[in-house]
């Protein structure tokens, strides 16, 4: 089965049906949707949301949705923790190459899952560090 990792924005994009998010993208947390794929998402990215709703910046709707990603690691769209692996590939993503503390942590998390990413964080896609789906 393919797996991906994702980052907050195409999560979001995904939810909200919004057309920023690329076509492959969709693509692959459709066939997540239909059980032929699984797509990751680092629990920062839940921090994330929380702070981009206390924002205003995401509706409490779209809050609410991301809060019921699984937890069950064979769900097709999982929650994935922030564990030893990740910190120890967090020390290749230093602030030069990425500078947001989150979107280095999302990162990490694909690089210690050998997984690629789905993202369009141009710094992120710049670093070369993890390989990016855009």
Known sequence: MKRYVTDTHCLL????RDRRLSRNARKFF?????GRAQIL???IVLV???????????SEQNLVQVMETSED???SIC?????????????????AAIPEMPDRIIAATAR??????????????ASNLVQVVE
């Open 13 to 16: 994009w995904f939810i909200t």
């Open 30 to 34: 459709e066939e997540a949707k239909e």
């Open 41 to 43: 998402v680092p629990s």
């Open 48 to 58: 994330e949301t929380i702070f981009l709703a206390q924002r205003q910046r995401v």
């Open 73 to 75: 690691a064979n769900a």
């Open 79 to 95: 929650v994935v923790p922030l564990d030893m692996a990740v910190v120890r590939a967090l020390k290749d993503f230093g602030p």
């Open 112 to 125: 210690a899952l050998g997984l690629p990413l789905l993202t369009t964080d141009p710094s992120i896609a």
